[in-house]
């Protein structure tokens, strides 16, 4: 079946702008988190969305904001693009609760100028 | 909260086995997952341990150790294209599918 898919997956913006990134999970799957990866932070946690609804949210300021649509699919929004926020961004998707596998896309690289 | 700690660079020769620690604490824990990303692409998951002990699949192999809030990777017979950046990252016992994830581990594999 098939993976987790991102769209796009370069992108390149000017400080200020916003950004939209899209997620499809795998089929099946109700459970659609994000995550930021940067060379000096690392991998960290963004939010879950769970049947629509935001499960979990880690520390990020407002400026990051996502949803999550009737079939699972799921956007973040990045608004006031700063430098800071170049990073590559990835989806991943579970079918239910805690203990399942997680599945990573390839996720979208996002520069910021 | 919840903090993970790996050695950033692991190397060792092709055919070897190499080990991969993580030591973590948490507020609370659900289990310990590994996870490997080659230069580029997504972080792919590897192994996932929940209980105590040793999880095997293939050449690659998990322990963990709740008491000593401790883990473990074990790659053996190392192939070239084992060179990859390695995580491991716990789950927390909230409801929900979120990770924290270690800094990761820079495996080479040398010929």
């Known amino acids: 079946k098939a993976g987790v898919t991102q769209t796009p997956r370069y992108l390149i913006k000017t400080r200020g702008q916003q950004v939209t990134l899209s997620c499809s999970p795998i089929s099946g799957h109700r459970s659609v988190s994000w995550y930021q990866q940067t060379p000096g932070q690392g991998l960290q946690f963004l939010f879950e969305?769970?049947?629509?609804?935001?499960?979990n949210k880690g520390n990020f300021p407002g400026r990051f904001s996502g949803r999550q649509f009737s079939n699972s699919r799921s956007e973040m929004n990045v608004s006031t693009l700063e430098l800071g926020d170049s990073a590559l961004y990835l989806c991943?998707?579970?079918?239910?609760?805690?203990?399942?596998?997680?599945?990573f896309g390839e996720g979208s690289w996002l520069t910021v100028v | 909260g919840q903090s993970l700690e790996q050695p950033s660079e692991v190397t060792a020769v092709e055919g070897a086995i190499v080990q991969i620690n993580c030591t973590y604490q948490?507020?609370?824990?659900?289990?310990l997952s590994w996870y490997q990303q080659h230069d580029g692409g997504a972080p792919t998951f590897l192994s996932y341990?929940?209980?105590?002990g040793l999880e095997e699949t293939g050449r690659f192999s998990s322990f963990l150790s709740r008491s000593d809030s401790y883990g473990y990777l074990l790659l053996q017979e190392l192939q070239m294209k084992d060179s990859a950046s390695y995580f491991c990252a716990v789950e927390g016992d909230n409801a929900g599918n979120m990770l924290t994830f270690g800094g990761g581990t820079r495996l080479m594999v040398k010929p």
């Open positions: 948490t507020s609370g824990f659900y289990g």
């Open positions: 969305y769970f049947s629509e609804t935001q499960r």
């Open positions: 341990n929940a209980l105590d």
């Open positions: 991943a998707s579970s079918s239910t609760g805690a203990g399942n596998t997680i599945y």
